[in-house]
C-alpha cells in the first residue's frame, strides 16, 4: 500500500462547476499538507500549505485536512478554463522537507 | 517563492551519451534537491545537492549514473549519464528557502526524451 494515495482522474468538469480532488494517507505522524497544481511541461506550483485539520481557504480554492480520517481535499469553487492542470498533494513530518510524499497526481480538464 | 531557472527547458538525446541540467536560484536557499517525474508519475527524490560535498542519494539512485554538483548555495548541476530510453523523464530542481522548511519550490524542469 502506498503511504499516499491519490484520486487518479482524469476529471473533466464544465466551467464554473466546483471540483473536489482528494488524497489519503496512511501514515499518522504526517503534519504538514501541501497541494501543487503544474501546468503541462512546467513545474509543480506550490498552491496550498496547512498544518492542523480544518480548512483553509484562499480564494477560489480550500483545503481540507482530516486528520482523524487521514484524508485531505482540495476544492475549487467557479472553476475556470485556466485551473486545467495536473494536482498533486504532497505530505511531510515535521523538519524536512526532503521526506514530502507525494500523490501521482489527477489531471484536471476544465471545459469552456 | 524563489525564481528558479532550470535550462535546458527540453532536450532530444541518443542512448549513451549524457545531458547536463543547470539550476539556477535568485537567492540562497536552505536545501536544493533533484526530482524525476516519469509520465503519468508522482515526484521521486534522486537525491539533496549538498553545497561543496558530495550529494546524499536516495535508495535506487547512485552517483556514477547521476553526478551532482552544487559549488555554492544558489546553483547546482544533475548530469544523466549514460542515457537509455528508460531515462525518459522530467528532470526537476527544487528548493527550500530560508525559514521554510517543509514547503518545496520547483524549477520549470528539463523534458527529456532518449532515443
Known amino acids: 500500500q502506498k503511504e499516499v494515495e491519490q484520486d487518479p482522474g482524469p476529471l473533466s468538469v464544465p466551467e464554473g462547476a466546483i471540483v473536489s480532488l482528494n488524497c489519503t494517507y496512511s501514515n499518522s505522524a504526517f503534519q504538514y499538507f501541501m497541494w501543487y497544481r503544474q501546468y503541462s511541461r512546467k513545474g509543480p506550483e506550490l498552491l496550498m500549505y496547512t498544518y492542523s485539520s480544518g480548512n483553509k481557504e484562499d480564494g477560489r480554492f480550500t483545503a481540507q485536512v482530516d486528520k482523524s480520517s487521514k484524508y485531505i481535499s482540495l476544492f475549487i469553487r467557479d472553476s475556470q478554463p485556466s485551473d486545467s492542470a495536473t494536482y498533486l498533494c504532497a505530505m511531510v513530518f515535521s523538519g524536512s522537507a526532503r521526506q514530502l510524499t507525494f500523490g501521482s497526481g489527477t489531471q484536471l480538464t476544465v471545459l469552456p | 517563492s524563489a525564481v528558479i531557472s532550470q535550462k535546458p527547458s527540453r532536450d532530444i538525446c541518443q542512448r549513451g551519451t549524457s545531458l547536463t541540467i543547470q539550476c539556477q536560484v535568485d537567492?540562497?536557499?536552505?536545501?536544493m534537491f533533484w526530482y524525476r517525474q516519469q509520465p503519468g508519475q508522482s515526484l521521486t527524490l534522486i537525491a539533496t545537492?549538498?553545497?561543496?560535498?558530495?550529494?546524499?542519494?536516495e535508495s535506487g539512485f547512485v552517483i556514477d549514473k547521476f553526478p551532482i554538483s552544487r559549488p555554492n548555495l544558489t546553483f547546482s548541476t544533475l548530469t544523466v549519464s549514460n542515457m537509455s530510453p528508460e531515462d525518459s523523464s522530467i528532470y526537476l530542481c527544487?528548493?527550500?528557502?530560508?525559514?521554510?522548511?517543509?514547503?518545496?519550490?520547483f524549477g520549470s524542469g528539463t523534458q527529456l526524451s532518449v532515443l
Open positions: 527544487s528548493v527550500v528557502r530560508a525559514g521554510s522548511r517543509e514547503k518545496l519550490f
Open positions: 537567492s540562497q536557499v536552505t536545501m
Open positions: 545537492a549538498n553545497q561543496g560535498s558530495e550529494a546524499t542519494y
